[in-house]
């Protein structure tokens, strides 16, 4: 809990933070700036929230041996899985509805003090910003975020240490927001063992950077409803994959 | 179906971590306990009851056997059902109070809601922690800590009670306190299976008892015959005066010193066994 306020002060001032730069004055262009460091810093702070919270969690009933008492009453350990599970991405979701309403209230207080200064740069006065498209950008993120906690559950079934559940979950953070890259070189390298194995983690991890489509949103873009529709089915179908391997690998546990 | 337990060939290795040995914890064990007794587990530190327990419980995987509880595979959660379990030195969510917790165990094992708050209540004054009720449990001692975790076994009303050192921890009068609720659970018709190594107490609340040495079994019976006279009865008197002595002796020629056979004590059979084990 103390955590959660803490990572939530911290977003807020790092949304705060990117105020300071309004000398520059960029006129419409800093509404993009504002709302690419809400994103950032939503994502950011929100899978490094999920990252530590479900791996002090999930192992923290186990370190503490609460977990015996627990699995001792008719629970079945998938209820455990999925309850720990749950109970992550309610407050990460929490966290990023949060964020998502201090940025839609900086977006909009800072959108109508520009357009009283510059009224050229909007069309017919009206708003630019896509306020709706910043609310499904927030779900997808949601979405997102539960496809780490639930890889973070699956390396905490078999870890030992809260440490390197949270470790685990960091790499294949990174790996997954790099996969993109790995993708494109799938068709640049000749070699099919090659081919094989960048396939193979391009299926076995989930491909964040899938997500990172927020980018014109402040700008007037619209965010299609067919892609946040993709998006959500992509962390539905990704984090029911992980959470069965999970329970499965749970299932061999010894307390 | 009159038996609770069920535990046939077991054994139990534990991977020692950097080396390819293993450690046998608990080997090629049989045991039935009954329903409606009390069975005493018995055995010194390190002798594998613990281990044996989380196995009967689905906790862990016995490496060879299976175990059953109440007719189902340890490893169905189903079988759980019927089931109240106190951990070693249990430890519970700190930040919550006892009567939060007992309600939380409650909802659990499926405890009706209408019934549940007089339950906690009745509960909390049976272990005797109706003061500490509001208490957080991140405050509460050591035997406090066994009190909560014997209600939280009890709380769903289970039919068998597995007990693991219910006393470590706790004063003399609360160690009574829980000795006279195992008796009142035994005369309510539940089965306790009770570990221990206060050997005196489970020699008064327990019908049966086993002692493990060295995760073997090495006796099983009903209390009674395992306290039964010793084929080698000895007897000693100390200080007596060279005068007292002769006077005992002449006595004891004269045919007037009888002897009776001398029972012994659970202490004693197990200190025997588990001096036996480790020659
Ligand atoms: N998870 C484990 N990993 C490795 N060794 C264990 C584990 N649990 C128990 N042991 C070992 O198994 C043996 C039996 O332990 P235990 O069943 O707790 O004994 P008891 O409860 O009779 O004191 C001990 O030597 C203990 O070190
Ligand atoms: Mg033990």
Request: net charge positive; hydrophobic share 45%; glycine share 10%.
């Amino acid at each position: 809990m103390r955590l959660f306020l803490a990572m939530t002060g911290l977003a807020i001032c790092a949304l705060a933070s990117s105020f300071l730069f309004r000398e520059f004055n960029f006129g419409s262009s800093e509404l993009k700036f504002i709302a690419d460091f809400g994103f950032g810093g939503m994502t950011l702070f929100g899978s490094a929230l999920a990252i530590i919270v479900t791996a002090q969690l999930f192992l923290g009933e186990i370190e503490h041996r609460t977990a015996m008492t627990l699995l001792a009453k008719p629970v079945f350990r998938s209820e455990f899985v999925l309850g720990k599970f749950l109970g992550v991405w309610v407050t990460v979701a929490c966290f990023i509805g949060m964020l998502t309403l201090c940025l839609v209230l900086a977006l909009w207080m800072r959108e109508s003090s520009i357009r009283l200064e510059y009224p050229e740069g909007f069309e017919q006065g009206q708003r630019l910003v896509q306020y709706g498209g910043i609310i499904w950008f927030s779900l997808a993120q949601v979405f997102r975020i539960g496809i780490l906690c639930a890889l973070v559950i699956l390396f905490s079934t078999y870890a030992t240490s809260s440490l390197f559940a949270m470790v685990m979950g960091v790499l294949v953070w990174i790996v997954g927001q790099l996969q993109h890259i790995a993708i494109e070189a799938r068709g640049v390298v000749d070699s099919l063992v090659l081919k094989g194995i960048y396939s193979a983690v391009g299926f076995a991890l989930p491909n964040f950077h899938l997500y990172d489509v927020g980018e014109g949103l402040a700008m007037g873009e619209v965010l299609p409803i067919s892609l946040v529709g993709k998006l959500l089915l992509y962390g539905a179908l990704y984090s029911a994959f992980y959470l069965a391997v999970a329970t499965a690998s749970f299932n061999r546990r010894e307390l | 179906m009159s038996v609770a337990i069920s535990i046939s060939g077991v054994s139990k290795d534990f991977r020692i971590p950097g080396s390819k040995r293993r450690l046998r914890a608990v080997d090629n064990l049989c045991l039935e306990i009954e329903k409606q007794t009390v069975f005493g587990l018995l055995g010194p530190n390190g002798s594998g009851k613990s281990t044996t327990i989380k196995m009967a419980l689905g906790l862990i995987r016995p490496s060879q056997g299976n175990c059953q509880i109440l007719g189902k595979s340890s490893l169905d959660p189903a079988a759980r059902m019927g089931i109240g379990y106190l951990p070693e030195a249990p430890y519970f969510q700190r930040f919550l109070t006892g009567r939060e917790l007992l309600t939380y165990f409650g909802k659990l094992s499926g405890v009706p809601k209408s019934e549940l708050g007089g339950r906690v209540v009745r509960l909390l004054s049976r272990v005797g922690l109706e003061d500490a009720g509001d208490r957080r449990v991140g405050g509460y001692s050591k035997g406090m800590l066994q009190r909560i975790g014997l209600a939280q076994a009890m709380v769903g009303n289970p039919e068998l009670l597995i007990l693991d050192e219910p006393t470590a921890g706790v004063d003399p009068i609360g160690a009574a306190d829980i000795a006279s609720i195992i008796r009142e659970l035994r005369d309510e018709g539940k089965t306790v299976l009770l570990c221990s190594h206060l050997l005196s107490q489970v020699e008064t609340i327990c019908d049966r008892a086993a002692i493990m040495v060295k995760g073997k079994l090495a006796i099983e019976g009903a209390v009674e015959s395992l306290t039964a006279a010793s084929e080698s009865s000895s007897a000693r008197i100390d200080g007596l005066t060279t005068d007292a002595r002769k006077r005992l002796e002449a006595f004891a020629k004269e045919g007037q010193l009888k002897m009776s056979t001398h029972r012994r004590s659970l202490e004693e059979l197990f200190l025997e066994l588990s001096k036996g084990a480790s020659d």
